[in-house]
């Protein structure tokens, strides 16, 4: 049986493609916000970060009616480190709506996207976004979209897909390949989805099957499962079995006390959920992705969510340092491995592992970014720790071990190609593909272990004035490619605690980069700044000038400092090295050597095999 009253589809793209954007539009225009109403930019991403960094972190559902028709929209994020959100979200829909840049065309996101959903057997509808920049090319595109199918075998089926072109900022759009009249709106985009994207199957009489995708917390109501009713019906008021899962503890029963469905951007009370719609569920705080709401009677589990494994790790442990638990409120391992533990049972796409210090956890992830929004959520939170170098998961293959390989396309002005070749061998990296955009701008796409892409995004940025664009994603695994160059710069150490003076760093600055400037605690192995010379240096950073009876010119006691470079979360884990780690508090980022007395580290270093 088919319900043909509402659809589910999923906005998937790559980064900074106007799958967001779109969303506001489409609200806009089926009226979800009244004309008096005062709407933010990209209001499906609420949270800080989100707005902060520009991207979608995590999916969310909105609901718009159009022509009698429910259309419920999953956004999701465009980035790779947050790939299992996206897998999520595509158990949830029926089809996607594919956003492709009219100037850049297909990314390795779009790649990334467009496989998972294919391996789905998703129908698609293609909306060339941004037809109206300058540099838009969109039949190009378009025949590089119908390739990207091609190269990812499609099968007839999919490859027979609707072309909407649009400028989702202005709520504009048009059927086929053009330019939408100034007076057109998103009419092409939504006809095309209702009449694309097939209604969910699935029989509302069967016994009750409902996989849980997504979990959100209320004030009021304590714990929300997000998910799909596969075949039955929801309904309010009657008693459901919990599975957790096929095979270990039994299913949890008790009554549905508060079931809702999602309304424009809010969730509304409703009675019930039939085969095929979305749902939220309160009253269960044990729920977990991936579980199961069946029939109380028969409970029949369904398989559970299965995502890509991670392929980064580091640690995370209390933080040790001298000046330690003067920001947060949350020190204890007990703290921060709850709070990790919290993370785990929302974020499928994260793992955590014991490590031989009580103190210490392991996490991995999809990428360094994935890992950096959750320690920044954290330090938000009121959290201090101390966090390791990010390094990759190896896998053995055939008895040979393997590393993670990652595909990425640099976008850079092309006076700064070199710039980039020069970087990308250093980092057994190749160059795969090389192609002039518009506007005098290069992009170059190059495949390289996934650890000698660590901190490639920083370098490029200040190597190109911040001109350079990166975007990478995970593709395959290959042996190990042997050992990486170390950084240029050694670490320059504070060698005692106290306050850092204006003498001391005018001093060192002459010998180096500086983290820290006047008038800042410093301690016994902190790292205060980058040597210009690939040694470590152990400095006095505290150091005052002699004061004598003598009259000395002005110009002597005139002290000239130049800016520190101050580290932020991301800069600060990829410049680190293995005997390193960065302090993380609610109000400061600082880099710290593993054992903070000299006579450790030696000790530590004849122990290194």
């Not at 911040?466 to 593709?475: E, F, M, N, Y």
Request: charged share 25%.
């Amino acid at each position: 049986m088919t319900s043909p009253s509402f659809r589910n589809v999923a906005l998937v793209a790559h980064v900074d493609h106007g799958k967001t954007t779109l969303v506001d539009a489409m609200l806009r225009a089926t009226g979800v916000f009244s004309d008096h109403q005062e709407l933010v930019d990209r209001v499906m991403d609420s949270s800080d970060q989100e707005r902060e960094r520009g991207i979608t972190i995590l999916a969310k559902a909105a609901s718009v009616e159009w022509k009698g028709v429910r259309i419920n929209l999953v956004d999701t994020p465009g980035h790779a480190d947050f790939g299992g959100e996206v897998e999520r979200a595509l158990a949830l829909v029926d089809g996607i709506v594919l956003l492709v840049d009219a100037a850049e065309g297909p990314m390795p996101q779009t790649r990334y996207v467009l496989s998972k959903a294919l391996e789905a057997n998703l129908p698609a509808v293609v909306v060339v976004n941004k037809v109206d920049r300058n540099d838009a090319r969109p039949e190009e595109v378009v025949d590089e979209v119908y390739q990207l199918f091609f190269d990812l075998d499609a099968g007839d089926h999919h490859i027979e897909f609707p072309i909407v072109s649009s400028i989702a900022r202005m709520g504009r759009s048009m059927a086929g390949v053009g330019m939408p009249d100034t007076d057109s709106d998103l009419s092409a985009v939504l006809d095309a989805i209702v009449e694309t994207i097939p209604a969910p199957q699935g029989d509302p009489g069967a016994p009750l099957q409902a996989i849980v995708t997504n979990l959100d917390a209320s004030d009021y109501l304590g714990r929300l499962a997000i998910g799909r009713v596969v075949q039955g019906t929801l309904r309010a008021g009657e008693r459901v079995a919990l599975c957790h899962s096929i095979d270990e503890e039994p299913p949890t029963r008790r009554k549905l006390t508060q079931l809702l469905g999602f309304s424009g951007l809010d969730r509304s009370e409703v009675e019930e959920r039939r085969a095929g719609d979305l749902f939220v569920v309160a009253g269960f705080p044990s729920v977990e992705i991936g579980d199961t709401f069946a029939d109380a009677e028969n409970p029949v589990p369904l398989p559970r969510l299965s995502v890509d494994e991670p392929v980064l790790r580091m640690t995370f442990g209390v933080n040790t340092s001298p000046l330690a638990g003067r920001d947060g409120t949350h020190l204890t391992s007990r703290q921060i491995r709850e709070r990790l533990d919290r993370e785990v049972r929302g974020n499928v796409s994260i793992r955590i592992g014991a490590t031989s210090s009580p103190d210490v956890i392991e996490v991995a992830g999809r990428g360094e970014l994935q890992l950096a929004v959750l320690i920044e959520a954290m330090r938000r939170e009121g959290y201090e720790l101390q966090v390791s170098q990010p390094e990759v998961i190896v896998k053995v293959i055939d008895g040979v071990p393997n590393e993670p390989v990652e595909r990425a396309v640099i976008d850079v002005p092309t006076e700064h190609v070199g710039t980039v070749t020069q970087a990308i061998s250093t980092r057994k990296g190749r160059v795969t593909d090389m192609r002039l955009g518009d506007a005098g701008r290069t992009i170059v796409t190059v495949s390289a272990p996934a650890r000698g892409l660590i901190g490639l995004r920083s370098l490029l940025m200040t190597s190109t004035r911040g001109t350079a664009l990166v975007h990478q994603h995970h593709d395959g695994w290959q042996p190990w490619a042997g050992d990486l160059p170390p950084r240029i710069g050694g670490a320059m150490m504070a060698d005692r605690s106290g306050t850092s003076t204006g003498f001391a760093l005018d001093n060192l600055q002459q010998r180096g980069e500086m983290f820290v400037g006047q008038g800042e605690d410093v301690y016994e192995g902190m790292i205060i700044g980058e040597a210009s010379r690939p040694d470590e240096m152990v400095v006095n950073a505290t150091k005052a000038k002699e004061l004598t009876n003598i009259r000395t010119h002005s110009h002597d006691e005139a002290v000239k400092l130049a800016p520190p470079r101050r580290p932020t979360l991301e800069t600060a884990i990829e410049w680190i090295a293995e005997d390193e780690l960065v302090e993380v508090t609610p109000t400061a980022i600082r880099i710290r050597k593993r054992h903070l007395n000299e006579s450790d580290r030696r000790i530590a270093r004849k122990k290194q095999p």
